[in-house]
Protein backbone atom coordinates (compact mmCIF):
# COMPACT_ATOMS: atom_id res chain seq x y z
CA UNK A 1 0.00 0.00 0.00
CA UNK A 2 1.62 3.39 -1.31
CA UNK A 3 1.70 6.21 1.02
CA UNK A 4 -0.04 9.42 -0.26
CA UNK A 5 2.53 11.93 -1.01
CA UNK A 6 1.89 15.77 -0.38
CA UNK A 7 1.20 17.67 -3.46
CA UNK A 8 3.29 20.35 -3.26
CA UNK A 9 2.88 22.73 -6.06
CA UNK A 10 -0.77 23.29 -4.92
CA UNK A 11 0.04 23.97 -1.26
CA UNK A 12 2.64 26.57 -3.04
CA UNK A 13 -0.70 27.99 -4.55
CA UNK A 14 -2.95 27.98 -1.35
CA UNK A 15 -0.58 28.95 1.43
CA UNK A 16 -0.99 32.72 0.12
CA UNK A 17 -4.03 32.94 0.62
CA UNK A 18 -4.42 30.75 3.63
CA UNK A 19 -1.61 32.96 5.54
CA UNK A 20 -3.39 36.38 4.03
CA UNK A 21 -6.65 35.16 6.19
CA UNK A 22 -4.92 34.05 9.36
CA UNK A 23 -3.32 37.04 9.27
CA UNK A 24 -6.38 39.71 8.23
CA UNK A 25 -9.38 37.48 9.38
CA UNK A 26 -8.62 34.99 11.97
CA UNK A 27 -5.81 36.38 14.02
CA UNK A 28 -7.27 39.94 14.48
CA UNK A 29 -10.88 37.83 15.72
CA UNK A 30 -9.11 35.74 18.09
CA UNK A 31 -6.92 38.95 19.68
CA UNK A 32 -10.13 40.71 20.02
CA UNK A 33 -11.77 37.89 21.84
CA UNK A 34 -9.07 37.43 24.37
CA UNK A 35 -8.77 41.42 24.87
CA UNK A 36 -12.82 41.19 25.81
CA UNK A 37 -11.66 39.33 28.83
CA UNK A 38 -9.09 41.55 30.01
CA UNK A 39 -8.46 44.79 31.24
CA UNK A 40 -7.34 47.05 28.59
CA UNK A 41 -7.11 50.52 29.27
CA UNK A 42 -4.92 52.80 26.13
CA UNK A 43 -4.21 54.64 28.78
CA UNK A 44 -2.63 52.92 31.04
CA UNK A 45 0.81 51.88 31.27
CA UNK A 46 0.46 47.87 30.94
CA UNK A 47 -2.00 46.72 28.74
CA UNK A 48 -4.36 43.86 29.36
CA UNK A 49 -2.31 42.34 32.03
CA UNK A 50 -5.09 40.62 34.00
CA UNK A 51 -8.00 38.75 33.34
CA UNK A 52 -11.70 40.02 34.39
CA UNK A 53 -13.26 37.24 33.02
CA UNK A 54 -17.23 38.12 31.55
CA UNK A 55 -16.84 41.61 33.53
CA UNK A 56 -16.88 43.54 30.55
CA UNK A 57 -19.32 41.65 29.19
CA UNK A 58 -21.14 42.42 32.22
CA UNK A 59 -20.83 46.14 31.77
CA UNK A 60 -21.88 45.76 27.87
CA UNK A 61 -25.10 44.27 28.78
CA UNK A 62 -25.71 47.07 31.88
CA UNK A 63 -24.64 50.34 29.31
CA UNK A 64 -27.74 52.14 28.74
CA UNK A 65 -25.90 53.86 25.90
CA UNK A 66 -25.14 50.52 23.98
CA UNK A 67 -28.21 49.37 23.79
CA UNK A 68 -29.46 53.57 22.69
CA UNK A 69 -27.16 53.15 19.67
CA UNK A 70 -28.12 49.40 18.68
CA UNK A 71 -31.49 50.63 18.62
CA UNK A 72 -30.97 53.48 16.56
CA UNK A 73 -29.07 51.32 14.17
CA UNK A 74 -32.38 48.50 14.19
CA UNK A 75 -34.22 52.14 13.07
CA UNK A 76 -31.81 52.85 10.55
CA UNK A 77 -31.82 49.01 9.16
CA UNK A 78 -35.72 49.45 8.88
CA UNK A 79 -34.76 52.81 6.89
CA UNK A 80 -32.97 51.54 4.43
CA UNK A 81 -32.75 47.74 3.48
CA UNK A 82 -36.92 47.79 2.86
CA UNK A 83 -36.54 50.96 0.76
CA UNK A 84 -33.41 49.50 -1.05
CA UNK A 85 -35.28 45.89 -1.93
CA UNK A 86 -38.38 47.43 -2.73
CA UNK A 87 -36.15 50.07 -5.18
CA UNK A 88 -33.51 47.38 -6.08
CA UNK A 89 -36.36 44.49 -7.50
CA UNK A 90 -38.47 47.36 -9.72
CA UNK A 91 -34.79 48.26 -10.98
CA UNK A 92 -33.87 45.14 -11.72
CA UNK A 93 -37.74 44.20 -13.37
CA UNK A 94 -37.12 47.31 -15.31
CA UNK A 95 -34.16 45.94 -16.68
CA UNK A 96 -34.39 42.77 -16.71
CA UNK A 97 -37.35 43.27 -19.32
CA UNK A 98 -35.68 45.38 -21.78
CA UNK A 99 -34.93 44.25 -25.02
CA UNK A 100 -32.28 46.48 -26.16
CA UNK A 101 -28.95 44.36 -24.93
CA UNK A 102 -26.60 47.06 -25.17
CA UNK A 103 -28.55 49.60 -23.07
CA UNK A 104 -29.16 46.76 -20.38
CA UNK A 105 -25.65 46.19 -20.42
CA UNK A 106 -25.13 49.99 -20.02
CA UNK A 107 -27.81 50.44 -17.02
CA UNK A 108 -25.61 47.61 -15.20
CA UNK A 109 -22.60 48.89 -15.68
CA UNK A 110 -23.80 52.24 -14.17
CA UNK A 111 -25.05 50.23 -11.03
CA UNK A 112 -21.74 49.40 -10.27
CA UNK A 113 -20.57 53.09 -9.89
CA UNK A 114 -22.35 54.03 -6.42
CA UNK A 115 -21.03 50.72 -5.18
CA UNK A 116 -17.45 51.34 -6.08
CA UNK A 117 -17.20 54.65 -4.66
CA UNK A 118 -15.81 54.63 -0.90
CA UNK A 119 -17.68 55.03 2.08
CA UNK A 120 -15.65 58.10 3.29
CA UNK A 121 -15.98 59.47 -0.41
CA UNK A 122 -20.15 59.17 0.30
CA UNK A 123 -20.05 60.97 3.40
CA UNK A 124 -18.22 63.37 1.85
CA UNK A 125 -20.54 64.29 -1.33
CA UNK A 126 -23.63 63.39 1.21
CA UNK A 127 -22.17 66.36 2.64
CA UNK A 128 -21.88 68.72 0.16
CA UNK A 129 -25.42 67.85 -0.73
CA UNK A 130 -27.36 68.57 2.30
CA UNK A 131 -25.38 71.28 3.40
CA UNK A 132 -28.10 73.84 4.91
CA UNK A 133 -26.44 76.96 3.08
CA UNK A 134 -25.05 75.67 -0.67
CA UNK A 135 -25.98 72.63 -0.53
CA UNK A 136 -27.56 70.99 -3.99
CA UNK A 137 -30.66 69.62 -1.67
CA UNK A 138 -31.59 72.67 -0.56
CA UNK A 139 -31.57 74.86 -3.77
CA UNK A 140 -33.56 72.24 -5.33
CA UNK A 141 -36.23 72.87 -2.44
CA UNK A 142 -35.75 76.89 -2.82
CA UNK A 143 -36.82 76.46 -6.47
CA UNK A 144 -40.52 74.98 -5.15
CA UNK A 145 -40.59 77.90 -2.16
CA UNK A 146 -39.59 75.42 0.38
CA UNK A 147 -37.19 77.20 2.96
CA UNK A 148 -33.50 75.67 3.65
CA UNK A 149 -34.12 72.60 6.24
CA UNK A 150 -31.01 71.80 8.77
CA UNK A 151 -30.66 68.38 6.99
CA UNK A 152 -27.08 67.77 9.67
CA UNK A 153 -27.73 70.05 12.25
CA UNK A 154 -31.17 68.36 13.49
CA UNK A 155 -31.54 64.86 14.80
CA UNK A 156 -34.24 63.45 12.55
CA UNK A 157 -33.08 65.17 9.21
CA UNK A 158 -29.88 63.58 10.29
CA UNK A 159 -30.92 60.55 10.48
CA UNK A 160 -32.94 60.74 7.38
CA UNK A 161 -29.53 62.29 5.53
CA UNK A 162 -27.92 59.08 6.07
CA UNK A 163 -30.03 56.84 5.11
CA UNK A 164 -31.06 58.53 2.10
CA UNK A 165 -27.13 58.25 1.52
CA UNK A 166 -27.21 55.01 1.71
CA UNK A 167 -30.03 53.84 0.34
CA UNK A 168 -28.44 55.87 -2.95
CA UNK A 169 -25.18 53.86 -2.30
CA UNK A 170 -26.69 49.92 -1.85
CA UNK A 171 -29.70 50.33 -3.91
CA UNK A 172 -27.85 49.29 -7.43
CA UNK A 173 -26.06 46.24 -5.30
CA UNK A 174 -29.43 45.18 -4.36
CA UNK A 175 -30.95 45.54 -8.04
CA UNK A 176 -27.61 43.62 -9.13
CA UNK A 177 -28.32 40.65 -7.04
CA UNK A 178 -31.91 40.48 -8.31
CA UNK A 179 -31.00 41.15 -11.67
CA UNK A 180 -28.91 37.55 -11.18
CA UNK A 181 -31.81 36.04 -9.72
CA UNK A 182 -33.99 37.04 -12.60
CA UNK A 183 -31.51 35.46 -15.18
CA UNK A 184 -31.63 32.48 -13.94
CA UNK A 185 -35.50 32.27 -15.07
CA UNK A 186 -35.67 29.84 -18.59
CA UNK A 187 -37.71 31.57 -21.19
CA UNK A 188 -39.52 28.32 -20.97
CA UNK A 189 -40.83 28.76 -17.50
CA UNK A 190 -41.28 32.18 -17.85
CA UNK A 191 -43.32 31.43 -21.26
CA UNK A 192 -45.25 28.76 -19.59
CA UNK A 193 -46.17 31.42 -16.50
CA UNK A 194 -47.48 33.94 -18.35
CA UNK A 195 -50.22 31.29 -20.11
CA UNK A 196 -50.83 29.51 -16.63
CA UNK A 197 -50.57 33.41 -14.46
CA UNK A 198 -50.88 35.93 -16.75
CA UNK A 199 -49.11 38.86 -16.62
CA UNK A 200 -47.83 41.55 -14.60
CA UNK A 201 -48.17 41.16 -10.42
CA UNK A 202 -49.05 37.34 -10.56
CA UNK A 203 -46.30 36.28 -13.15
CA UNK A 204 -43.91 37.95 -10.61
CA UNK A 205 -45.53 36.54 -7.43
CA UNK A 206 -45.83 33.16 -8.60
CA UNK A 207 -42.73 33.13 -11.21
CA UNK A 208 -40.36 34.86 -10.50
CA UNK A 209 -40.45 35.97 -6.55
CA UNK A 210 -39.32 32.53 -6.13
CA UNK A 211 -36.37 32.98 -8.30
CA UNK A 212 -35.59 36.08 -5.88
CA UNK A 213 -35.75 34.17 -2.21
CA UNK A 214 -32.07 33.34 -2.78
CA UNK A 215 -30.77 36.64 -3.73
CA UNK A 216 -32.75 38.12 -1.14
CA UNK A 217 -31.24 36.31 1.64
CA UNK A 218 -27.92 37.09 0.67
CA UNK A 219 -28.81 40.94 0.64
CA UNK A 220 -30.33 40.62 3.99
CA UNK A 221 -27.34 38.97 5.24
CA UNK A 222 -24.69 40.98 3.18
CA UNK A 223 -26.89 44.66 4.19
CA UNK A 224 -27.34 43.46 8.26
CA UNK A 225 -23.29 43.14 8.58
CA UNK A 226 -22.55 45.71 6.69
CA UNK A 227 -25.05 48.13 8.99
CA UNK A 228 -23.93 46.55 11.63
CA UNK A 229 -20.22 47.77 10.66
CA UNK A 230 -21.20 50.96 9.25
CA UNK A 231 -18.53 53.61 10.22
CA UNK A 232 -17.15 55.58 7.95
CA UNK A 233 -19.91 57.16 6.12
CA UNK A 234 -22.04 58.11 8.99
CA UNK A 235 -18.48 59.34 11.14
CA UNK A 236 -17.79 61.66 7.72
CA UNK A 237 -21.39 63.09 7.31
CA UNK A 238 -22.19 63.57 10.63
CA UNK A 239 -19.70 62.25 13.42
CA UNK A 240 -22.61 60.68 15.54
CA UNK A 241 -24.13 63.88 15.82
CA UNK A 242 -26.40 66.15 16.14
CA UNK A 243 -25.70 65.23 20.21
CA UNK A 244 -26.11 61.04 19.49
CA UNK A 245 -28.56 61.35 17.53
CA UNK A 246 -26.91 59.55 14.24
CA UNK A 247 -24.74 57.71 17.03
CA UNK A 248 -24.61 53.82 15.35
CA UNK A 249 -23.72 50.98 17.19
CA UNK A 250 -19.78 51.35 15.33
CA UNK A 251 -19.70 54.94 16.01
CA UNK A 252 -20.29 54.29 19.86
CA UNK A 253 -17.51 51.20 19.97
CA UNK A 254 -15.32 53.40 18.22
CA UNK A 255 -15.81 56.04 20.72
CA UNK A 256 -15.46 53.42 24.03
CA UNK A 257 -12.32 52.09 22.38
CA UNK A 258 -10.23 55.12 20.83
CA UNK A 259 -12.18 57.78 22.95
CA UNK A 260 -12.65 56.61 26.36
CA UNK A 261 -9.31 54.47 25.72
CA UNK A 262 -11.51 51.05 26.73
CA UNK A 263 -10.45 48.15 24.51
CA UNK A 264 -11.65 45.17 26.82
CA UNK A 265 -15.30 46.70 26.45
CA UNK A 266 -15.20 47.95 23.02
CA UNK A 267 -13.98 44.55 21.89
CA UNK A 268 -16.73 42.88 24.19
CA UNK A 269 -19.39 44.79 22.35
CA UNK A 270 -17.58 43.62 18.68
CA UNK A 271 -17.90 40.17 20.11
CA UNK A 272 -21.40 40.59 20.66
CA UNK A 273 -22.14 42.20 17.12
CA UNK A 274 -20.78 39.42 15.63
CA UNK A 275 -22.51 36.70 17.49
CA UNK A 276 -25.77 39.09 16.61
CA UNK A 277 -25.23 39.36 12.73
CA UNK A 278 -24.20 35.01 12.90
CA UNK A 279 -27.92 34.98 14.97
CA UNK A 280 -29.57 36.59 12.02
CA UNK A 281 -28.09 35.11 9.26
CA UNK A 282 -29.08 32.11 10.31
CA UNK A 283 -32.68 33.45 10.65
CA UNK A 284 -33.10 35.10 7.21
CA UNK A 285 -31.64 31.53 5.65
CA UNK A 286 -34.21 29.54 7.45
CA UNK A 287 -36.72 32.19 6.89
CA UNK A 288 -36.14 32.75 3.22
CA UNK A 289 -33.75 31.08 1.57
CA UNK A 290 -35.13 28.20 -0.97
CA UNK A 291 -33.51 26.10 -3.69
CA UNK A 292 -34.83 27.10 -7.18
CA UNK A 293 -34.35 25.02 -10.00
CA UNK A 294 -33.58 26.95 -13.33
Not at 133 to 162: C, H, K, Q, R
Request: glycine residues 8%; charged residues 10%.
Amino acid sequence: MSRSRVNWPAVALIAPAVIILLAVGIYPLLFALDVSFRQYQLTKQYLGTGYVGFQNYLTVFNDALFWQSLGRTAQFFVMTVPAQILFGVLIALFIDGMRSRALSFLMRVLLVIPIAITPTVVGLIGRLLFNRDFGFINYLLGLVGIPPVSWLGEPLPAMVTIALVDIWQWTPFVALVMISGLSLISQEVLESGKLDAGGGWNLFWHVQAPYLLPGLTAVLILRTADILKLFDMVFVLTRGGPGVSTELVSVYIQRVGFRIFDMGVASAQAILLLILCIVLARGYIRLFYREVEA
